[in-house]
């Protein structure tokens, strides 16, 4: 199955911060909407970029997508 890594990047001094208060809500999300997988997490690219990440299906990302905005995605093997 394949897999996709939806990703949220924030830039500036509270990057790291407002990634971290982020990935709550994407927690959230998955208990709310009972998602196929429950992974996400914060990664730390700079002093001025964070980005949070929330892993899914192939077959659940369009109906995640379009509900929560994600800036970009990837491919991503588990």
Same mark, same amino acid.
């Given at each position: 199955m394949e897999h996709i890594k939806l990703i949220w990047d924030f830039r500036g001094t509270h990057a790291q911060k407002t990634a971290e208060h982020h990935e709550i809500h994407l927690k959230d999300f998955i208990k709310f909407? %009972?998602? =196929?997988?429950?992974?996400?997490?914060?990664?730390?690219?700079? $002093?001025?970029?964070?980005? &949070?990440?929330?892993?899914?299906? %192939? $077959?659940?990302? %369009?109906?995640?997508? $379009? &509900?929560?905005?994600?800036?970009?995605? =990837?491919?991503?093997?588990?």
């Open positions: 909407e %009972k998602t =196929q997988l429950n992974i996400t997490g914060v990664e730390n690219l700079s $002093d001025m970029h964070s980005l &949070a990440f929330m892993i899914v299906s %192939k $077959d659940e990302m %369009k109906p995640i997508r $379009d &509900a929560l905005k994600p800036h970009r995605g =990837q491919l991503y093997t588990i």
